[in-house]
């Protein structure tokens, strides 16, 4: 005598991926990390590899771009060079010579062109002067 069952299991069958936000996945090894958004000071872009920084101290080698990191993370990070991005949280103060110093000790260059722009938003936005 066989059985035959009527219903499907979808749960079963097909495991549906949700997509977490502010969120990114690191490989590492044979370990994987999740890092939130909020654990992260600041990002540094080389070609199509990120070194993501976090509030650790730790640094992270990823091998998607900062475009394509700041679309994942969606989190309101502010775009000051070419090759940084920081997480405007743990930006602790802004230093006269065109830095920016971040809550785990890091300085970072603002670019000549995005002064104007990332001072309006800190200022404004992050650190209350306005």
Do not use: W
Request: hydrophobic share 35%.
């Amino acid at each position: 005598m066989t059985t035959t069952i009527n219903h499907t299991f979808p749960s079963a069958v097909r495991r549906t991926r949700k997509k977490r936000r502010n969120v990114i996945t690191v490989h590492m090894a044979t370990r994987v990390f999740y890092l939130e958004a909020h654990e992260i000071t600041h990002m540094r872009g080389e070609g199509n590899y990120t070194y993501v920084h976090t509030t650790l101290g730790k640094k992270y080698l990823i091998s998607k771009t900062m475009k394509t990191l700041q679309k994942i993370l969606d989190a309101g990070y502010l775009r000051i060079h070419k090759s940084f991005m920081i997480n405007p949280d743990h930006v602790v103060s802004r230093l006269a010579c065109g830095k920016v110093l971040m809550s785990c000790g890091a300085q970072i260059l603002i670019a000549r062109r995005r002064i104007r722009e990332t001072d309006q938003n800190l200022t404004t936005e992050y650190l209350g002067a306005g």
